[in-house]
């Protein structure tokens, strides 16, 4: 059995349904109570006449709801139990390569009840100008099943190489490769373009990093002008691709010196995830480091006290049971 992901209107997941058995059944009952002397106007249907039965088509199914991952700290690694105790019920796992790293990736994931998108880094897929190489998620069909697997990691910030007609063919060749529509494709697209549709992303992941310093005087901003408008974009895209989730890159682990963002203080993180939460109505949420790669440098340091129970309380705040 897959892990449970929660859905963002909280329904399950949901097919359209023919209602024309359901209305044949209530017009038959209401010819049967119909006589031969009914009223001026009145349908009659004589004993002797018969009703023939029309095929119904075969219904299109609507796509299932968005997916809502909730609240999750990316490439914890070794610390994935520490992730689990503020909160995280997902992680992005990332320097996967081998079957053995993936299954006992999963394997522990599963342990401490999360999932995990997994992160191969393979660069731009071997792309030729006309096709992608997928082959490796070959090798990783025998994990297609495990209860802990949300998906895989696909491209990193790709509108800046790619069009989208070519990612409409790597998504073509993911879903050939990948027939489950339930192990998602996840790309860090950071923008939410005019033209988006379905066959691009399953979850798609922008970030929001409001926390920065002035380059001019050095002293910390909040530019939440420019975070606004990539979530409200994303928002307005998005309303077309109802099978797409928007997750959000939450800043909260910081740069590493020789860039413009910052580490958020704890109520600045507080104010971050309340606005995205509250104001833009986002379910996926993915705590994440810019320009580190392991949570001992961020979240886990001993220094950063307050803002792990920032995070852990602000998990329990908008994604607790």
């Known amino acids: 059995m897959r892990l449970v992901i929660g859905r963002g209107d909280g329904a399950p997941r949901r097919r359209l349904r023919s209602l024309v058995p359901a209305i044949g059944l209530i017009l038959l009952g209401v010819f049967s109570a119909c006589t031969t002397s009914g ?34 700290i990316d490439y914890c690694g070794a610390d994935l139990a520490e992730c689990a105790a503020l909160g995280a019920t997902w992680s992005r796992h990332t320097g996967v390569t081998t079957l053995v790293q993936a299954r006992r990736a999963l394997d522990e994931a599963l342990a401490l009840n999360m999932g995990l ?11 030729n100008g006309r096709e992608f190489d997928l082959s490796i998620l070959e090798t990783m069909r025998p994990i297609f099943d495990h209860p802990a697997l949300i998906g895989f990691y696909g491209l990193h910030e790709p509108l800046e190489r790619f069009s989208l007609d070519e990612l409409r063919i790597f998504y073509k060749q993911y879903r050939q490769m990948v027939d489950d529509p339930d192990i998602l494709l996840w790309h860090d697209i950071m923008r939410i373009p005019d033209g988006f549709t379905d066959d691009l992303c399953d979850l798609c992941g922008v970030a929001a990093n409001p926390h ?21 974009e994303a928002r307005r895209n998005l309303k077309s691709a109802p099978r797409s989730t928007l997750c959000v890159l939450v800043q909260v682990y910081g740069g590493d010196g020789r860039h413009l963002l910052r580490m958020p203080t704890p109520d600045e993180y507080r104010e971050n995830v309340h606005r995205i939460v509250t104001e833009f109505g986002v379910r996926c949420l993915a705590n994440y480091t810019y320009h580190h790669n392991a949570y001992e440098q961020t979240l886990g340091d001993p220094d950063q006290a307050a803002l792990q129970t920032a995070v852990q309380e602000t998990s329990q705040r908008y994604f607790g049971p």
Request: proline share 17%.
């Open 39 to 72: 009223p001026p106007g009145s349908v009659s249907l004589r004993p002797d006449e018969g009703v023939t039965a029309v095929a119904n088509p075969t219904p299109t199914p609507m796509p299932p709801p968005a997916a809502s991952l909730g609240f999750g």
């Open 212 to 232: 920065m310093n002035d380059p001019a005087t050095g002293q910390p901003t909040n530019d939440w002008d420019r975070t606004d408008l990539r979530l409200e």
């Open 117 to 127: 998108v997994l992160r191969m880094n393979q660069g731009d897929w071997g792309w």
